[in-house]
Nanobody, 120 residues
Framework: VQLQASGGGLVQAGGSLRLSCAASGSIFAIASMGWYRRAPGKQRELVATITSGGTTRYVDSIQGRFTISRGNARNTVYLQMNSLKPEDTAVYYC???????????????WGQGTQVTVSS
């Protein structure tokens, strides 16, 4: 399973960015897709996830500002980030929980990360 993330960049505080991630390869079923981030000097943290059934989960610090959604192709996930703050600066990683065939266990897969920098 390969994950290709894009959409990061440099933006001023209060601005918006939209991250995209497309999953490809041998995928039997996707259980959930999501985004994590790692800020400088901090541990990686969950940002948002969305299950195959559409249930979403967000970390408290981004509630009301970020929205996660799935694409029509069902193997894509987006993170719309509004009202960005300098503390949102981090490398954002796409994450997928998926089965690669009917008999396999659910595996966890990671994208390469995309840098988001918010200037004050």
């Amino acid at each position: 399973v390969q994950l290709q993330a894009s959409g990061g960049g440099l933006v001023q505080a209060g601005g918006s960015l939209r991250l995209s991630c497309a999953a490809s390869g041998s995928i039997f079923a996707i259980a959930s897709m999501g985004w994590y981030r790692r800020a400088p000097g901090k541990q990686r943290e969950l940002v948002a996830t969305i299950t195959s059934g559409g249930t979403t989960r967000y970390v408290d610090s981004i509630q009301g500002r970020f929205t996660i959604s799935r694409g029509n192709a069902r193997n894509t996930v987006y993170l719309q980030m509004n009202s960005l703050k300098p503390e949102d600066t981090a490398v954002y990683y796409c994450n997928v929980l998926a089965k690669i065939d009917y008999m396999s266990m659910i595996g966890q897969f990671w994208g390469q990360g995309t840098q988001v920098t918010v200037s004050s």
